[in-house]
């Protein structure tokens, strides 16, 4: 008999699994989970087909077809980045929530010349957590390296955090892409032409945009005007500009949103494994799957151990990450994916 529910139960998980994968690419965004963190639960309108998706601290739009972000928001304050911040992960894992023929994959970004270029900075992150899920390929675009490095870290992505810093109340950053340079991997993910981050001050009621070629030879150039982005890119970031439309920004603080978080294992680590299985067991976990390169063998272990002590299948999936000069990668390292109900267990 336990056999039995054992079966059923794992059919229908996969069941569930295959049909939201299968569900239909919208150009409208609902972001239901976390429009908080847009300017008065205004969702931004544009013509182009991708699927919404929520984070702890930032949202990602994103294109299936080119691979990457249409647009991310944050909403940053003073507080949140004078706090003190984790130390950067630097692991990079495909993001769950996709299916296969639509995500970018570690290995696309390998021999390509291209960084894999936050949207929503790593830098940004105030806590472990989000830290750990802004490094899924979703919130990621190939960005020209010294561009990546020198001019977008330095000159744009410190100066919005300066002026985050400066600033009274929330400030709300929109960063993303458009044009099309070719592409890179065997998923095709799209190279854009022009990299954008559009600051919003509800505050002073203000908006301006950092407007910025994808090359290593990219020059900075002032900030270019609300309404000139959104004929560059598009997209209707439906901001309050008039006075009168500002209405109120305040609401009440919600617990985190964004379900879907990496666990990273070096070595079977007993304790991990077993709070995992236990907030399983206890309802907080939706479903797994474990990212692995070399190390085959602990990835089928963590799978087989949660598999045994739960009614839940884990997904298994290889995947290389890139060699990039700089960066080192834990090969034998396997990343768990996991999807949560609740979000009261973090990494």
């Known amino acids: 008999m336990k056999n039995l529910q054992r079966s059923l139960s794992r059919s229908f998980s996969l069941l569930a699994l295959v049909l939201s994968l299968l ?28 699927r919404d998706l929520c984070f702890d601290s930032f949202a990602v739009y994103y294109s299936p077809q080119d691979k990457k972000p249409i647009y991310t928001i944050e909403k940053l304050n003073r507080e949140q980045l004078l706090a003190p911040h984790p130390r950067r992960s630097n692991q990079f894992y495909e993001e769950a929530r996709l299916p296969l023929a639509e995500r970018a994959l570690l290995l696309d970004y390998r021999g390509s010349g291209f960084d894999r270029g936050h949207n929503a900075p790593a830098g940004d992150m105030s806590n472990e957590r989000a830290m750990a899920q802004s490094f899924s390929l979703a919130n990621m675009m190939p960005q020209a390296r010294q561009n990546n490095q020198g001019i977008w870290a330095k000159n744009v992505e410190e100066a919005t955090r300066l002026y985050v810093k400066r600033a009274e109340g929330d400030i709300y950053v929109f960063t993303g892409s458009t044009g099309n340079q070719g592409s890179i991997g065997r998923s095709r993910v799209t190279i854009p032409s022009h990299i954008f981050k559009l600051v919003y001050d509800p505050h002073k009621n203000d908006a301006w945009a950092y407007w910025i070629e994808n090359t290593n030879e990219a020059q900075m150039s002032p900030p270019i005007t609300y309404p000139e982005l959104v004929s560059k890119t598009g997209i209707d970031f439906q901001l309050p500009i008039k006075a009168d439309s500002l209405g109120s920004q305040a609401g009440p603080n919600k617990s985190p949103v964004g379900g879907w978080y990496p666990i990273f294992f070096d070595g079977y680590a007993v304790d991990k494994v077993n709070a995992l299985t236990t907030s399983i067991q206890e309802g907080k976990v939706a479903s797994i799957q474990i990212q692995y390169d070399r190390n085959g063998e602990l990835a089928k272990k963590l799978a087989s151990h949660i598999e045994s002590k739960t009614l839940m299948p884990v997904a298994l999936t290889q995947s290389s990450p890139p060699d990039l000069g700089g960066v080192t990668f834990e090969r034998n390292r396997v990343t768990v994916i996991v999807r949560s109900k609740s979000f009261g267990f973090g990494l």
């Open 23 to 50: 569900s239909p690419v919208s150009a409208f965004a609902l972001f239901e989970e976390c429009k908080d963190l847009f300017p008065g639960q205004r969702v931004p309108i544009t013509a182009q087909a991708g």
